[in-house]
């Protein structure tokens, strides 16, 4: 099982509506939880970070972690166009001598006006 | 700009020539990190600094591959020998003023490395 697994997509979605973004992970230890968007030819860029089981909102973001479940995903309500990226869910990993984050493949989001 | 920047952006080289890129992070950041991303795939792990002190070296990366920071500032990457399956964008990304390395890391735009 790989550490971090994501739907590679596409995921498409109309303008306004809810994007729901899901994330696996296998370190049943990891405390800090990541979500980086990132546009096509760029580098990623941080959307959220959450640490405690719940949601936690940010504008039109919701980041939902269950550590029960290993799960974390993201929604973003109100799609907009602009929103059409990547979306990297990215977990600590602490299986090593020093924690470092492992990044998932990425989900491709595509918002259709 | 007081961001992480990277140079060069882009680099073409032929296979077996030596490549070496630089990263120059966000002053007050003592972490650094190097990944390698390949189209579809998220950012891969290649090394991490906290000041000067190469703490972890992925197990992905070769003998042909070396890492410096020097003065707990800016980066070197180092492939010798490049070979195609090389090509990648290089990123890098500085964290943290405190403890922890899971703070939040700032990416740089990176450098995309053809090997012909």
């Known amino acids: 099982q790989k550490e971090v697994e994501q739907n590679s997509g596409p995921l498409s979605v109309p303008e306004g509506a809810i994007a729901s973004l899901n994330c696996t992970y296998s370190?049943?230890?990891?405390?800090?939880f990541f979500w980086y968007r990132q546009y096509s030819g760029k580098s990623p860029e941080l959307i959220m970070s959450?640490?405690?089981?719940g949601d936690k909102e940010d504008g039109r973001f919701t980041a939902q972690l269950n550590k029960a479940s290993q799960y974390v995903s993201l929604l973003i309500r109100d799609s907009q166009p602009s929103d059409s990226a990547t979306y990297l869910c990215?977990?600590?990993?602490?299986?090593?001598?020093?924690?470092?984050?492992?990044f998932g493949p990425g989900t491709s989001l595509s918002v259709i006006p | 700009d007081t961001g992480v920047s990277q140079d060069p952006r882009h680099k073409i080289t032929k296979r077996g020539q030596n490549v070496t890129f630089r990263c120059d992070p966000i002053s007050e950041h003592n972490r650094l990190y190097w990944y390698r991303q390949t189209l579809g795939q998220g950012p891969e792990f290649l090394t991490y600094f906290q000041n000067e002190a190469q703490l972890e070296k992925s197990r992905l990366l070769s003998d042909r591959f070396s890492a410096e920071r020097p003065k707990g500032s800016f980066s070197t990457l180092e492939i010798q020998r490049t070979e195609q399956g090389d090509s990648a964008m290089y990123l890098c990304?500085?964290?943290?003023?405190?403890?922890?390395?899971?703070?939040?890391?700032?990416f740089g735009p990176g450098t995309r490395l053809t090997v012909l």
């Open positions: 370190d049943r230890v990891s405390q800090s």
């Open positions: 990304a500085s964290s943290g003023i405190g403890w922890s390395s899971t703070d939040t890391q700032y």
């Open positions: 990215a977990v600590d990993y602490m299986k090593t001598s020093y924690d470092k984050v492992i």
């Open positions: 959450i640490y405690s089981n």
